[in-house]
């Protein structure tokens, strides 16, 4: 044997050994505690439906699935702690609408939401809900668009901040309705809902559990959900497209992901571990006080979701002029 032939069997042995070790470390998986990392504090929806999914998903892979809060910049801060994590399943993201919005409208960005992650799943949905303060005398959302037409920019509409999910949807409203609320952006959801009770803005677009609780009080008034399908906790509101607005859906998601390159056999378990937990009662149970709804699926179905929800917010964002 020649020397370039042992050479060229020692490699080949040393790349079948390497090969031999991550199918092994891929059959066992997880062997130590994995990381989930939150772009967002404890406490915030996010956050609840990410310690929901660990401890359901800690028990079906028999290892501690832990919740890692990262907040700031919406989501971008832990998107790129994650992106550039070791491709070896123990470091995720619990991604949500936000990072798909950031794409857009966050300026020099070092990673690429499409590009740097490997979607696992979808997890859950949180509708936002149109409410109005009841003095604004409208009982549907064809009602409060005959008024804003017939007001043009005298409605405000509050949010929790530029570019979040609450914004953009008071955007896109203005677009699909032809009309022009006036946007008033708040530093919380917990502010802007203070204002809107108090009638200093009249509007707002809103995660289902912050403002479910002032519907049944009487102190606001539901217009609809903003998800394809009627909201769990609200089953008697209709939604945007059912109120006259077709394919209108600015629904909040999250769903887990991986840094882009972690191997598919890690992907494909935790896939099964996240559909697994999202068929528990238990789990079912936790995410339903919350208002939220389960969604799972493939790995396939959450990549082409982070496709069409990125273009339909580029779109948005570029309507309301709000790229520098």
């Given at each position: 044997m020649t020397h370039q032939q042992r050479l060229a069997a020692v490699l080949a042995l040393a790349v079948f050994a390497w090969f031999g070790a991550v199918a092994r470390a891929e059959e066992t998986y997880p062997i130590r505690p994995v990381r989930i990392v939150v772009g967002f504090g404890p406490g915030a929806s996010a956050d609840i439906a990410a310690r929901v999914?660990?401890?359901?998903?800690?028990?079906?892979?028999?290892?501690?699935?832990?919740?890692?809060?990262?907040?700031?910049?919406?989501?971008?801060?832990?998107?790129e702690y994650v992106a550039r994590a070791p491709k070896d399943g123990y470091t995720l993201l619990f991604g949500t609408v936000a990072n798909t919005i950031n794409t857009t409208l966050s300026k020099n960005l070092t990673f690429d939401f499409s590009r740097d992650f490997a979607p696992v799943s979808l997890a859950v949905t949180l509708p936002n809900i149109l409410v109005v303060n009841p003095s604004l005398g409208v009982d549907s959302v064809a009602d409060l668009i005959k008024l804003a037409k017939s007001k043009p920019q005298q409605i405000f509409f509050g949010s929790s901040g530029?570019?979040?999910?609450?914004?953009?949807?008071?955007?896109?409203?203005?677009?699909?309705?032809?009309?022009k609320l006036v946007h008033v952006p708040y530093p919380g959801s917990a502010q802007a809902v203070t204002d809107l009770l108090g009638g200093r803005v009249q509007v707002m677009f809103s995660p289902a559990s912050t403002v479910l609780p002032h519907v049944t009080e009487g102190k606001l008034k539901a217009l609809a959900s903003t998800q394809l399908k009627r909201a769990g906790a609200a089953p008697n509101l209709p939604t945007m497209t059912e109120a006259g607005l077709d394919g209108f859906d600015t629904s909040v998601w999250f769903g887990l992901l991986a840094p882009a390159g972690t191997p598919p056999e890690i992907i494909a378990k935790l896939n099964r571990a996240v559909n697994d937990a999202l068929t528990s009662d238990e789990v079912l149970a936790l995410l339903r006080v919350q208002g939220m709804d389960p969604l799972g699926g493939t790995p396939e179905a959450f990549a082409h979701t982070i496709t069409s929800e990125t273009a339909k917010w580029a779109h948005v964002i570029a309507a309301a002029g709000l790229q520098n």
């Open positions: 999914l660990a401890q359901r998903m800690g028990q079906t892979l028999g290892q501690q699935f832990i919740i890692e809060n990262r907040p700031g910049a919406g989501s971008n801060i832990a998107s530029v570019g979040t999910s609450p914004h953009l949807s008071g955007e896109l409203f203005n677009e699909m309705a032809g009309v």
